[in-house]
């Protein structure tokens, strides 16, 4: 199964409520406010700019068409006076096309401005917006990313919701201008007949009700490809991430990959191809309809110039408000169409960043018993929709001091154990104590600021030699005299005696100048890491010495073991050789306790663990 999550079925459409399918009309206008006060708070100045010039925008049309009918009147006025009078008519139609030239050149001024703050908006904006997505990111539990449901809706919201809020608010201002834009012609056109605007308006109404339908559609297959679109990031990941190369290569994964890539396109395509000739088609035969409006209307214009019912200045003025009239209610009905679909596309984002985060209450800095250490009491874990728990009734106790190593076949619960303890889950049932406290009232920065971690699958940061130890302890990230003590204590100082530029040498191969290295030497790292929190009394190491040859591991636990005096160590491996210098020794078996005591009483017991120690041990006769 690629990716870790349940694989794709073909058949399956998620479900969603009929109120994340189809918030009605009245549901738009309150993603509008919502994206209108996120444009605010991002920019007061432009939200103004850009509210300003857009009623502007709506006026000056009207006003143009005005000033034009003026000036054919003006022409036919002089044209039909007296040679004195002439020159005065036309000075006066000469100043008329000097005013509308000034309402031409303001338009465009104000077209070009409009465009300007879009532009910008569009950029601080769609900043704004990632931003927000990721900081919710930051509160959200492990629980939620390792939830494949989770998963499309943070597809979902980083892929379209982040430029949605723009689009809303400029379809929100547009339909402003163009309603300004359509009063102004309605004032000018009913003085020649009020049926005129009610033919201009009605004649949109098809192509519109068939939008907005389009929409709803596209917005339903955009809900149900979420976990096909995710797939294709995941395989360009594969075939393109340096990480995955080798084994691609070697196990000649890539024609399959890319078929299955090219697979996924062809059923996505297929659906668009089909819903946009099903969109285009219809919004060409009702496109119709409002063509044959128009040219109706010009018809039934042309006919009153002819009977002398209107002049041609009048004549000119109505066809272009006629025609122009349709372009805005043609534009209205297509911003609110819009605005249906922003809106729903919106849900997304808001319902991700809505997304329910249990609250960490907790206050408690130090506990009432420091000398008692860890307790687990009855402790039961169980991952959502699992089949049966991960940890069953877990009783533990580590003083100060101590040391324990946990041991299990994979999947026995080990991990998981160190997940609680960090509270990056929550207990199903029973509690954890650290310092006669329970974990739940433990401040957590507090709780976290006591534990150096690292797990089996640490992160390798393509940043700095010094940074990637840095990022063990947050507040002193960039302190460099902190990386050399942890350096010393990880052993990975004799690297840096190797790198020209020490531990500022970048990591990695994806930013120039990048150094790779090797498994064991990415562990020590890691390990370094561990050390940088100073003030941490738990260190727990998972599987720390995995890529590393047994000398090295052997170094490794004896300098761990000076090094942790006075502290609390927690030791998972599966090298026996490793976990034999623990106090204490756990076994896990189907997330339960079978064994526990030294190595020493473990192998008097003859039990599981000596079975195992055994089968270990002639491996290496």
């Given at each position: 199964?690629?990716?870790?999550?349940?694989?794709?079925?073909?058949?399956?459409?998620p479900?969603?409520?009929?109120?994340?399918?189809?918030r009605?009309?009245l549901?738009?206008?309150?993603?509008s406010?919502?994206a209108?006060?996120?444009?605010?708070?991002?920019?007061?100045?432009?939200?103004v700019?850009?509210?300003?010039?857009?009623?502007?925008?709506?006026?000056?049309?009207?006003?143009?068409a005005?000033v034009?009918?003026?000036?054919?009147?003006?022409?036919?006025?002089?044209?039909?006076?007296?040679?004195?009078?002439?020159?005065?008519l036309?000075?006066?139609?000469?100043?008329l096309?000097?005013?509308?030239?000034?309402?031409?050149?303001?338009?465009?001024?104000?077209?070009?401005?409009?465009?300007?703050?879009?532009?910008?908006?569009?950029?601080?904006?769609?900043?704004r917006?990632?931003?927000?997505?990721?900081?919710?990111?930051?509160?959200?539990?492990?629980?939620?990313?390792?939830?494949?449901?989770?998963?499309?809706?943070?597809?979902?919201?980083?892929?379209?919701?982040s430029?949605?809020?723009l689009?809303?608010?400029?379809?929100?201002?547009?339909?402003?201008?163009?309603?300004?834009?359509?009063?102004?012609y309605?004032?000018?056109?009913?003085?020649?007949?009020?049926?005129?605007v009610?033919?201009?308006?009605?004649?949109?109404?098809?192509?519109?009700?068939?939008?907005?339908?389009?929409?709803?559609?596209a917005?339903?297959?955009f809900?149900?490809?979420?976990?096909?679109?995710?797939m294709?990031?995941?395989?360009?990941?594969?075939?393109?991430?340096e990480?995955?190369?080798?084994?691609?290569?070697?196990?000649?994964?890539?024609?399959?990959?890319?078929?299955r890539?090219?697979?996924?396109?062809?059923?996505?395509?297929?659906?668009?191809?089909?819903?946009?000739?099903?969109?285009?088609?219809?919004?060409?035969?009702?496109?119709?309809?409002?063509?044959?409006?128009?040219?109706?209307?010009?018809?039934?214009?042309?006919?009153?110039?002819?009977?002398?019912?209107?002049?041609?200045?009048?004549?000119?003025?109505?066809?272009?408000?006629f025609?122009?009239?349709?372009?805005?209610?043609?534009?209205?009905l297509?911003?609110?169409?819009?605005?249906?679909?922003?809106?729903?596309?919106?849900?997304?984002l808001?319902?991700?960043?809505?997304?329910?985060?249990?609250?960490?209450?907790?206050?408690?800095?130090?506990?009432?018993?420091?000398?008692?250490?860890?307790?687990?009491?009855?402790?039961?874990?169980?991952?959502?929709?699992?089949?049966?728990?991960t940890?069953?009734?877990i009783?533990?106790?580590?003083?100060?001091?101590?040391?324990?190593?946990?041991?299990?076949?994979?999947?026995?619960?080990?991990?998981?154990?160190?997940?609680?303890?960090?509270?990056?889950?929550?207990?199903?049932?029973g509690?954890?104590?650290?310092?006669?406290q329970?974990?739940?009232?433990?401040d957590?920065?507090?709780?976290?600021?006591?534990?150096?971690?690292?797990?089996?699958?640490?992160?390798?940061?393509?940043?700095?030699?010094?940074?990637?130890?840095?990022?063990?302890?947050?507040?002193?990230?960039?302190?460099?005299?902190?990386?050399?003590?942890?350096?010393?204590?990880?052993?990975?100082?004799?690297?840096?005696?190797?790198?020209?530029?020490?531990?500022?040498?970048?990591?990695?191969?994806?930013f120039?100048?990048?150094?790779?290295?090797?498994?064991?030497?990415?562990q020590?790292?890691?390990?370094s890491?561990?050390?940088?929190?100073?003030r941490?009394?738990?260190?727990?190491?998972?599987?720390?010495?995995?890529?590393?040859?047994?000398?090295?591991?052997a170094m490794?636990?004896?300098?761990?073991?000076?090094?942790?005096?006075?502290?609390?160590?927690?030791?998972?491996?599966?090298?026996?050789?490793?976990?034999?210098?623990?106090?204490?020794?756990?076994v896990?078996?189907?997330?339960s306790?079978?064994?526990?005591?030294?190595?020493?009483?473990?192998?008097?017991l003859?039990?599981?663990?000596?079975?195992?120690?055994?089968?270990?041990?002639?491996?290496?006769?």
């Amino acid at each position: 199964m690629i990716g870790g999550h349940r694989p794709l079925n073909p058949r399956r459409r998620p479900q969603h409520s009929s109120t994340e399918l189809s918030r009605g009309f009245l549901g738009v206008f309150g993603y509008s406010r919502r994206a209108l006060e996120l444009v605010w708070t991002t920019s007061h100045l432009l939200s103004v700019s850009f509210a300003l010039l857009t009623l502007t925008a709506g006026a000056l049309p009207a006003a143009v068409a005005y000033v034009g009918s003026l000036i054919v009147d003006a022409v036919v006025a002089a044209m039909q006076t007296g040679a004195a009078e002439r020159p005065a008519l036309t000075e006066h139609a000469l100043m008329l096309v000097v005013g509308e030239g000034l309402l031409v050149a303001a338009l465009a001024g104000t077209q070009r401005g409009i465009a300007l703050c879009q532009s910008l908006l569009r950029a601080q904006l769609g900043q704004r917006v990632n931003v927000m997505i990721l900081e919710k990111a930051l509160t959200l539990d492990l629980a939620h990313f390792e939830n494949s449901d989770f998963y499309d809706k943070l597809t979902r919201a980083r892929r379209e919701a982040s430029s949605r809020p723009l689009s809303l608010v400029m379809r929100t201002f547009g339909l402003a201008q163009n309603a300004i834009s359509l009063i102004s012609y309605a004032t000018l056109l009913v003085k020649f007949s009020p049926w005129a605007v009610a033919v201009l308006i009605v004649a949109g109404l098809p192509a519109f009700l068939a939008e907005a339908k389009f929409s709803g559609d596209a917005f339903r297959l955009f809900l149900w490809r979420s976990p096909e679109t995710r797939m294709q990031l995941y395989l360009e990941t594969v075939l393109a991430r340096e990480d995955h190369v080798k084994e691609v290569k070697l196990f000649g994964l890539g024609p399959l990959f890319l078929e299955r890539y090219r697979a996924i396109f062809r059923k996505l395509y297929k659906e668009d191809r089909d819903l946009t000739l099903r969109r285009d088609t219809w919004g060409f035969f009702l496109g119709l309809i409002g063509t044959a409006t128009l040219y109706s209307a010009y018809a039934w214009i042309a006919l009153a110039a002819i009977a002398a019912r209107i002049t041609l200045g009048q004549m000119t003025m109505y066809l272009m408000l006629f025609r122009q009239g349709q372009a805005a209610v043609s534009a209205i009905l297509s911003a609110v169409g819009g605005m249906y679909e922003d809106n729903l596309y919106l849900s997304t984002l808001y319902a991700y960043l809505e997304t329910p985060v249990a609250t960490r209450s907790g206050t408690v800095v130090r506990g009432p018993q420091p000398d008692d250490g860890i307790r687990f009491e009855q402790v039961s874990f169980a991952y959502p929709d699992a089949e049966r728990p991960t940890l069953v009734d877990i009783d533990l106790h580590i003083r100060p001091g101590e040391s324990l190593a946990l041991v299990g076949e994979n999947g026995s619960g080990k991990t998981t154990l160190i997940k609680l303890l960090t509270r990056l889950y929550e207990p199903t049932s029973g509690r954890i104590l650290l310092d006669g406290q329970d974990l739940r009232e433990w401040d957590q920065a507090a709780l976290r600021d006591r534990i150096g971690v690292i797990f089996q699958d640490f992160t390798r940061y393509q940043l700095m030699l010094g940074e990637n130890i840095g990022a063990g302890d947050v507040q002193h990230f960039a302190d460099e005299m902190r990386w050399h003590e942890a350096g010393e204590k990880g052993m990975v100082a004799p690297l840096v005696e190797t790198l020209s530029k020490g531990y500022r040498t970048p990591l990695g191969k994806w930013f120039n100048d990048g150094r790779e290295l090797s498994g064991g030497q990415w562990q020590k790292v890691a390990l370094s890491r561990a050390f940088m929190r100073s003030r941490a009394d738990i260190l727990v190491l998972d599987e720390p010495t995995a890529a590393m040859d047994a000398g090295a591991e052997a170094m490794i636990y004896e300098h761990f073991r000076a090094l942790t005096q006075g502290r609390i160590a927690i030791l998972i491996s599966h090298r026996f050789s490793t976990v034999r210098m623990a106090d204490q020794i756990v076994v896990l078996q189907n997330g339960s306790i079978i064994e526990r005591g030294s190595h020493e009483a473990l192998m008097q017991l003859n039990g599981h663990y000596a079975h195992l120690f055994s089968l270990q041990a002639k491996g290496y006769r």
